[in-house]
């Protein structure tokens, strides 16, 4: 269905940043953090590319790039010590937004949307989205209990985030037991 993985995002008033990565823990002594991407775009995860810190206006640089490990390790300017480096499990790096094409969404604009059949009943609202194998999966809370819905455009008929409605083929909508 063309859903763009990006769990969080801050908006700040000149531009929509999104959740690029997430701060594991540190490697080293000299600042170095672990790193889980999270961006569909990782080579947008390069030295010199501009990284703001969660909820942070002033945006930071990579200085390097230790790869070749399971999880990536960034150095970023200002982090010099393991304990600055500490300070940061957990938390979320950002970047700008990407423009999407016709038809793909990110993540957290799904998440919230009420999600109908196509003859208006409804099935509740998706809270989750998340990776299955090769496949994204949505996750539906509703009255009846959670369903979850594959994200194929043979199932997912229409999104709508203009009015916050999804809607899904009926016989894909099943109650998860």
Request: glycine share 12%; no cysteine; charged share 30%.
């Amino acid at each position: 269905m063309g859903a763009t993985s990006s769990s969080r995002s801050s908006p700040t008033p000149s531009e929509r940043r999104r959740a690029i990565a997430r701060v594991l823990g540190p490697k080293g002594l000299d600042g170095g953090i672990r790193v889980e991407l999270l961006t569909d775009w990782p080579e947008r995860i390069a030295p010199g590319a501009e990284v703001w810190l969660e909820d942070s206006d002033r945006p930071m640089h990579i200085d390097r790039i230790e790869s070749g490990r399971r999880t990536p390790v960034l150095h970023l300017d200002g982090v010099a010590s393991r304990e600055q480096a500490e300070a940061l499990v957990g938390t979320y790096l950002e970047g700008v937004a990407q423009e999407l094409e016709e038809g793909a969404y990110y993540w957290d604009d799904l998440v919230g949307l009420r999600v109908r059949l196509p003859d208006g009943t409804d099935v509740g609202e998706l809270v989750e989205v998340f990776r299955a194998g090769g496949n994204e999966v949505y996750r539906v809370v509703g009255g009846s209990g959670e369903r979850l819905v594959p994200a194929l455009r043979s199932v997912v008929r229409d999104i709508d985030l203009a009015t916050g409605v999804m809607v899904v083929a009926p016989d894909e909508a099943e109650e998860v037991r």
